[in-house]
């Protein structure tokens, strides 16, 4: 891969030394050419043509004009900026302020109104073109081809033209291509110290991943660097911005909403709150803020700094002289004013005073020159292209050729240079910058395709600290027994299930709905009369007051609806299905309150209401809602209704499903060792599933919809279908063609087939009905009813109803293989934290991402994969053996 050879800042200097003056576009260039002269100089050696005129090195000429058409004019934020982007260009390409106008789509008034007070405000534009160099002088113009029309008119008449490039070739050095933007970062990072960093510059699309992980690396090395965050990258400068942002929309702001703000500032509120409303929540800590988000539209801007200068403990006098720079000090904050600063701190540079030593961190697109003899080029991806402004004023196809040449010529700085790029990303081919197109004889789609040396693992010889760590010589606690919501998440992703125990997550309005109504079922089940006294008004009362911290107003008038539906349909059911008291041993008060028995001053103590259990021998615990005999246990669900059949598919052991939920299992194999050899009964409650009929219909709707029940069988399948009342419902409650051939046959000929018969352990419909004992039972039914088309579709619906049976059911064989599943789950589980949690496993496969409640904590393939550099690949850095 070869190219035009650039010549060095040595080479251009060595040509440039003895003339009085040398003029460049490019900024790093002057100055780097500046710092070579061995000699002192009377007036500027090397400079460009605005830095000559103006005697700045970096002229503000944007900024200052748009500052200067704010307050001069009545023009918006946003459209002053765009003339003066315009007027400025046009200038440069055209030598004249006003060649704009020959555009009629630029002929404005606007345009006019902002020329006039361009003309009238001092720039370094105007400076250039008021200009001249004495004619005595002995000028050298480097890169002639980047001049603008403007830049040109500063030179004299009688110059020399000196080429950027010499006319030997430059062979490109291969591209290290990585797995991943992390072990680019970590490469960079290896390779440079505090002893080399004013030796090392890095160049990357300042609008990529790339700066902020470079920088956050060199941070935590303790490696100085320059060129990097701006003014508005001041961590404490946009947390006040966001602070004020955030403070307008107090009546809806989360707890989560300010957290980064807190944290800033040095509170740290309890996770759990995360959800809740910050005005509703009563912790002296967040007092201030409060405060301060209740009364932020009454404050000025230089009022609001100042309290939030006083929570830091720092001033920040930069940003206040900013303010009073833009006319806003003294504004009271609004939504506009933000947007207006936004948009300003986002459109323009504001100059910091920043110590100019350590690594040089430079942007892809600024210049062309990099003054350091390392030099690691980052990406080199489309970002690296320019974009043409689309203006009628600029020679698109003459742009195109300055930033090639430009490119040309940036990629080979330094003595050394090293391109670390990616081939891929999220899968896809990573499109190398458009100029390598341009500048490359061959042919090729992304970087693999060109000269390369691929790294897949990562092995630094230099001995890194990292993380300060401690070894801890103690044995884990043993794991005896698991909730059936962490036993789904264990199966969906076992390290989902770890970071739910080690991560401290929010409390959820979801939740506290669900609590809402749990606590008033119970409470109903205690005190009726107490309920019906109060009134549905009271009720809902309380349960919006629970609500209040997660939700805004309009929220909780939704809410509201469903509250009163909700609390019909449980004391409706309640009502028409009066539970049994009784005790059991199995269970216990968990004693964790609710919420309307404290309002009412009353005692929980029915021994069926939220019971508890924990259960070793079984591995199990949880809370049973109700007690609603000793046969049936209740569950109240707030959320959407599951069939019978979802439900057992999602427990099943033998196919593990994407949502697996083994509740209603559990509770069973749990209740039938208080009720042993007995028929059981898990029922769910979906008491909002009639919620809009019951908001549009007239008469309260049947509760029937709600309503899933599985029965648990304490014999097995196969002799569950033989016995007679199985066959009484084929005859009586089958389709009607199932009854018809039934109705023909006598129950010793069914029982006697099925004895001699076994019907296949499937749950797949289609399995059972193409199977031999559908032929076989579909055989004897025509030997004993006659060979019609009517038997034929009987049969299949006999078989398709023994099947229903089979999948909205639990029987003891699968209830006894579930205890075995769970001993094997919490057998695993304690091995796994002894050693770690893996994201995947042969039982399940790949998670259900969307169950996943810490998807951000967990890493993919991809990402999982280890940065890589082998010992041979070493870069020239090395400055000690053992240092990369």
């Known amino acids: 891969m070869t190219l035009q050879r650039a010549r060095s800042v040595d080479e251009l200097y060595a040509e440039t030394q003895d003339y009085d003056l040398v003029l460049t576009t490019d900024g790093p260039l002057s100055l780097a050419l500046n710092r070579r002269l061995d000699q002192p100089r009377l007036g500027r050696f090397a400079a460009t043509p605005r830095m000559l005129a103006s005697g700045e090195f970096t002229a503000q000429d944007q900024r200052s004009l748009f500052l200067a058409l704010v307050t001069e004019t009545e023009l918006s934020w946003k459209h002053a900026s765009y003339l003066v982007e315009n007027i400025l260009q046009s200038w440069e390409e055209t030598g004249e302020i006003s060649t704009i106008l020959d555009y009629d789509r630029y002929d404005t008034h606007s345009t006019r109104e902002a020329i006039d007070v361009i003309q009238r405000a001092e720039s370094s534009h105007a400076d250039l073109a008021e200009y001249t160099i004495d004619d005595d002088l002995d000028v050298a113009v480097i890169g002639e081809a980047q001049f603008t029309t403007l830049d040109c008119t500063i030179l004299p008449d009688d110059y020399d033209s000196i080429s950027p490039f010499a006319p030997d070739p430059f062979d490109l050095p291969e591209f290290s291509l990585f797995d991943s933007t992390t072990a680019i970062v970590e490469t960079v990072t290896d390779a440079t110290s505090i002893d080399n960093a004013e030796d090392v510059a ?70 759990k709150h995360d959800q809740k409303r910050l005005r509703s929540l009563d912790q002296p800590e967040l007092d201030p803020l409060q405060t301060f988000c209740s009364t932020t539209a009454d404050q000025t801007l230089n009022e609001a700094l100042s309290t939030y200068e006083t929570w830091c403990d720092e001033s920040f006098t930069d940003l206040r002289s900013e303010l009073r720079r833009l006319g806003l ?60 402004p689309d203006k ?70 230099q001995t890194t600290t990292g993380f300060e760590k401690e070894p801890i010589t103690t044995t884990s606690d043993t794991v005896e027994t698991i909730s059936q919501s962490s036993l789904s998440t264990l199966v969906n992703c076992p390290r989902d299930y770890y970071f739910d125990d080690l991560v401290e997550g929010p409390d959820r309005d979801y939740l506290q709905k669900g609590n809402l109504f749990h606590d008033f079922a119970e409470f109903y089940v205690n005190h009726p009369d107490v309920v019906d006294t109060a009134g549905t008004d009271a009720i809902v009362a309380i349960m919006r007051e629970g609500m209040e911290p997660y939700v805004d107003d309009l929220d909780l008038a939704t809410l509201e609806s469903e509250f009163r539906v909700g609390i019909d349909a449980i004391t409706r059911y309640l009502d028409e299905h009066p539970p049994q008291e009784s005790t059991y041993d199995a269970y216990t008060d968990p004693d964790w309150g609710n919420r309307f028995a ?157 004895n001699s018969h076994e019907i296949p352990d499937t749950y797949e419909k289609d399995e059972l009905l193409d199977s031999a004992f559908a032929d076989a039972l579909t055989e004897q039914m025509k030997i004993a009813v006659g060979d019609y088309k009517y038997v034929e579709t009987g049969c299949n619906q006999a078989l398709r109803q023994l099947l229903s049976i089979r999948t909205q059911n639990y029987f003891e064989p699968e209830v006894d293989a579930s205890e075995e599943f769970l001993d094997e789950r919490l057998d695993t589980l304690n091995d796994w934290r002894e050693s770690r949690f893996p994201i995947t496993t042969e039982l399940a496969g790949e998670p259900n991402l969307d169950r996943v409640d810490h998807r951000d904590l967990l890493l993919t393939d991809e990402q999982a994969q280890s940065p890589s550099t082998t010992a041979s690949q070493r870069t020239r850095l090395d400055t000690q053996e053992g240092d990369q």
Not at 233 to 253: G, K, W, Y
Request: proline fraction near 5%; charged fraction near 25%.
């Open 202 to 271: 890095v160049v990357m699309d300042r609008g990529s991943e790339y700066p902020s992980l470079i920088e956050s690396a060199f941070e935590s090395t303790d490696v100085p660097y320059y060129g990097g965050p701006g003014f508005v990258d001041n961590t404490h400068i946009r947390t006040f911005l966001r602070l004020l942002r955030r403070a307008l929309s107090s009546d809806s702001l989360q707890l989560s909403d300010v957290r980064p703000i807190l944290t800033t500032i040095g509170i740290d509120p309890p996770v």
């Open 392 to 461: 009628p004023w600029v020679d698109p196809d003459q742009k195109d050729r300055e930033y090639l040449q430009q490119f040309q010529i940036l990629l080979q700085n330094g003595v050394e240079q090293y391109y670390l790029v990616k081939d891929t990303e999220a899968g896809e081919s990573i499109t190398p910058c458009l100029y390598f197109h341009d500048l490359l004889d061959q042919e090729f789609d992304r970087f693999s395709d060109l000269s390369h040396v691929s790294y897949s693992r990562h092995s630094s010889s």
């Open 598 to 754: 404290e309002h009412f001053d009353r005692t929980i103590d029915s021994p069926i209401t939220e019971r508890w259990f924990e259960n070793s021998a079984l591995g199990a615990r949880g809370i049973i809602d109700l007690i609603h005999t000793p046969n049936q246990l209740l569950d109240y669900k707030s959320g959407s209704h599951n069939s019978a059949s979802t439900v057992v598919k999602n427990a099943r052991i033998d196919e593990i499903s994407d949502t697996p939920n083994f509740q209603a299992l559990l509770y069973l194999a749990q209740h039938r060792d208080e009720r042993p050899d007995e028929r059981l009964e898990f029922r769910l409650f979906h008491f909002l599933e009639t919620l809009d009929d019951a908001i549009t219909a007239d008469e309260p709707p049947s509760l029937d919809e709600g309503i899933t029940t599985l029965t648990y069988y304490p014999t097995s399948f196969e002799e569950h279908i033989q016995q007679e009342a199985t066959f009484e419902a084929l005859r009586v409650d089958g389709s009607k063609k199932c009854q018809k051939t039934f109705d023909q046959v006598e129950y010793d000929t069914y029982r006697s087939f099925l």
């Open 329 to 388: 000090l003294e504004q009271p904050v609004t939504d506009t004013i933000l947007d207006d600063l936004e948009y300003y701190f986002q459109s323009f540079d504001v100059p910091t005073d920043e110590e100019q030593e350590g690594v040089l961190l430079a942007s892809a697109t600024s210049a062309a020159y990099v003054d350091r003899p390392v030099v690691f080029y980052l990406g080199l991806d489309a970002g690296w292209t320019h974009s043409v």
